[in-house]
């Protein structure tokens, strides 16, 4: 899919990736609805999108069904059909799992798994009526391995992989591409306002966050994804190997998050 002159929504768009994405998309020449809960952010946002033709902002709760069901119509009502889905809106968690809240547990999944599941559901129906479309999902390579003291984040973001997996080959013969996108350590502002145990905000930013990828870097190899046709795609530094790990040697990645999952526990207590 080219991208330019496609009407494209995107998830979370009020900071971090889903801002760099934003702005990639509206120098691709893209028309843009932006989503995310916070209706002054995402002003913000939209002011740095001038390049596209046409940006409107949706403000939207992904764990309200009720505003998920209405969003869809509102969604064509501003931009028309929508070309490409970007399920971005995420939230992440520092706390081990023995001390972690059921509630915390399912706040991770309602954002990052039964969110993107809703709204995908929502405008999948019309992709396939016309017989072509784009959905992409913002997973992590928290989605691929396990991240001690992310157990929540984890469980919701290798769902939203599986999830993916199974729905791409029941819409490719239809028109429509599916795109995983797994990065590793960004730079953004993620761990702020990850989970603690209680349900609370980290509110601080790890080292390996601050020493991550940029987000527009995520953003630009997402846009390129989509052109060539990529079904999955991996972005960051060295903690991506860990995913090919798995696979060829996966007792020595095991010993290896042992040893991480030390460390992190010592720092945490």
């Given at each position: 899919?080219?991208?330019?002159?496609?009407a494209?929504w995107?998830?979370?768009?009020?900071?971090?990736?889903?801002?760099a994405?934003?702005?990639?998309?509206a120098d691709?020449?893209?028309?843009l609805l932006?989503?995310a809960?916070r209706a002054?952010a995402l002003a913000?946002?939209?002011?740095?999108?001038a390049a596209?033709?046409?940006?409107?902002v949706l403000?939207?709760?992904?764990t309200?069904p009720?505003?998920?069901?209405?969003a869809?119509?509102?969604a064509?009502?501003l931009i028309?059909?929508i070309?490409v889905?970007?399920n971005?809106a995420?939230v992440t968690?520092?706390?081990?799992?023995?001390k972690t809240d059921m509630?915390?547990y399912?706040s991770?999944m309602e954002?990052?798994?039964f969110?993107?599941v809703a709204?995908?559901?929502?405008?999948?129906?019309?992709?396939?009526?016309?017989?072509?479309?784009?959905?992409?999902?913002?997973?992590?390579?928290?989605?691929?391995?396990?991240a001690p003291?992310r157990?929540?984040?984890?469980g919701?973001k290798?769902?939203l992989v599986g999830?993916?997996?199974?729905?791409r080959a029941e819409?490719?013969?239809?028109g429509?591409?599916?795109?995983?996108?797994?990065?590793?350590?960004?730079k953004?502002?993620?761990?702020?306002?990850?989970?603690k145990a209680?349900?609370?905000?980290?509110?601080?930013?790890d080292d390996?966050?601050?020493a991550?990828?940029?987000?527009?870097q995520?953003?630009?190899?997402t846009?390129r994804?989509i052109?060539?046709g990529?079904e999955e795609?991996?972005?960051g530094g060295k903690?991506?190997?860990?995913v090919s790990l798995?696979?060829?040697?996966?007792g020595?990645l095991?010993k290896l998050t042992?040893?991480?999952?030390?460390?992190?526990m010592d720092?945490q207590?």
């Amino acid at each position: 899919m080219q991208v330019a002159g496609k009407a494209v929504w995107i998830t979370g768009a009020s900071a971090g990736i889903g801002e760099a994405l934003a702005i990639a998309f509206a120098d691709a020449g893209c028309r843009l609805l932006l989503s995310a809960r916070r209706a002054d952010a995402l002003a913000r946002v939209a002011e740095r999108c001038a390049a596209a033709p046409d940006v409107q902002v949706l403000p939207l709760d992904v764990t309200d069904p009720a505003a998920v069901d209405a969003a869809l119509a509102k969604a064509e009502s501003l931009i028309g059909p929508i070309d490409v889905l970007v399920n971005n809106a995420g939230v992440t968690q520092r706390s081990s799992a023995a001390k972690t809240d059921m509630a915390v547990y399912r706040s991770l999944m309602e954002v990052n798994y039964f969110g993107a599941v809703a709204l995908t559901r929502a405008v999948l129906p019309g992709m396939l009526e016309r017989g072509q479309g784009q959905i992409v999902a913002m997973s992590s390579v928290a989605g691929k391995v396990g991240a001690p003291l992310r157990t929540g984040y984890c469980g919701a973001k290798h769902a939203l992989v599986g999830y993916c997996d199974a729905l791409r080959a029941e819409v490719h013969d239809r028109g429509v591409r599916v795109l995983v996108v797994c990065p590793g350590f960004v730079k953004t502002d993620i761990s702020y306002a990850a989970l603690k145990a209680d349900g609370s905000a980290h509110a601080t930013m790890d080292d390996d966050q601050a020493a991550g990828v940029p987000a527009e870097q995520v953003a630009a190899r997402t846009l390129r994804a989509i052109e060539q046709g990529d079904e999955e795609i991996l972005v960051g530094g060295k903690e991506t190997l860990a995913v090919s790990l798995k696979r060829v040697a996966p007792g020595l990645l095991n010993k290896l998050t042992r040893k991480v999952a030390a460390q992190r526990m010592d720092a945490q207590d």
